[in-house]
């Protein structure tokens, strides 16, 4: 059970990440007046497109040891990126960014720039006005971002392979266990693992759709 | 005592193209004046350079002697540091928070959230207080929007056609509403309006703007009553239908909400078309007032 276990620790941790990194990521995006941000806004869909190995490997060598990034947090900070969790969360979070900053942007962009501006004539910062009337305003943006960032993490193969590895109990996720499984011939292991993530990811999208569905009125 | 000096130049983009709205006026404290004038013609962007929530090319603002905006000067206050209260057509209510909700989110302190319940009573919104905005009618709307432009004891009230969406019952009411609050507060006001009876109702001075341009200013009687329509019987509209009838031919106008047929000759029609906008007037004879049943409307 330990491959599933470590998947969802993977998930829950790489989706707290994307929302702190993506809330602002998307408000910059919709509301930057900078020209150049399109440039950004290629970046973050960049993995939308991308085989995830091309990301993988990319990571392997900039957070190899031998090279200058990951020479330099090896030695003066004593992080190892490859081959561990933390690849595993860098990795992710990079792969599965525009599923949490697209949502959120396109729920931004539905915003009505008035209320904003009444916001602003009332005196309030952007920042009191993103918090206490934009982000209560877009919930349904925001889940769609929180739930796809999540269900996108669990289902990876190809970037936690790459900059990972199969290491058990540190960087073997249940996707790369049913992998390592099959090889070994054990495909009864495989069928449960299979199984179970087919039966927990079904859950999280039926409830967030069912969810969708009632409006969110419940939030 | 001048509350309000202006001077600026804003580039507009309109259907008819690049226009450029340039004005120059003083308000005086305490004065209720509105911005009259056709739609594009640039009321809003006006009131929205004030406020700043866009900015004009060049220019120079002063309200209460701060300066708010000067281009040689690089100086630009932020809009949270203005201090003015903006009822927009659309209300912009937040729809998420209840009616108090609303109104504490705009209170600065603790003293000011001490006067909802009191404004909530003059104002007739007792039993709404935890209703969401989408929960209330447009008129109800509007006045927690007036209580939340207020509230706060901004320096100057700037209104953008809040009535416009309003049937004409709410529409008096809040006109008897507007009128009650700027007596009581006394907050230097302008109102964008296009609605002749409302501006002739609630205020002493107009600007009447076209194109970008103050043409004329004075009080309504002024404005309208002596250079416009001087006694006579006259109003704009639309051509719907031309119907050959014999030697004269029926024209069907939309006019305002009403429509209305009038004969014409060949002559008088030659050149328009339907679409076209046309001035209806009478000359002969003196029209009729009449008043209209409750209800019938």
Redesign the interface.
Known sequence: MQPLFLTFQLAVIVTAILFVLGVPLAYWIVFSKNRFKYIIETLVSMPLVLPPTVIGFYLLVVFSPTNFLGHFLETYLGVRVVFSFTGLVIGSVIFSLPFMVNPIKAGLESFPLTLMEASYCLGKSSWETLRRVILPNIKPALLTGLVMAFAHTIGEFGVVLMIGGNIPGETRLASIAIYNEVEALNYDTAGLYALLLVSISFSILLVFYYLNRKSLKIF | MIMIKLRFKKQMHTPQGQEWLDVDLNIARGEFVTLFGESGAGKTTFLRVL?G?TDPQEGHIEVDGEVWFDSQKKINRR???R????I?Q?N?L???MTVRENLE??C?DKKTKGSIEEWIVSLGLKGLEDQKPDKISGGQKQRVALI??LI?RPKILLLDEPLSDLDIPSRMNLQDEIIKAFQKSNITTILVSHDLSEVFKLSKKIFVIEQGKIIRSGSPQEVFVNNNFSGKFKFTGEIIEIHKDGVLNIVTLSIGNNLTKVMASDEEIAGLAIGSKVIVAAKAFNPLILPIKKGTL
């Open positions: 406020a929530l809009i949270q540091k201090k003015v209260g903006f927009f659309e912009a937040f729809p998420h989110y705009a600065g939340r432009a706060n």
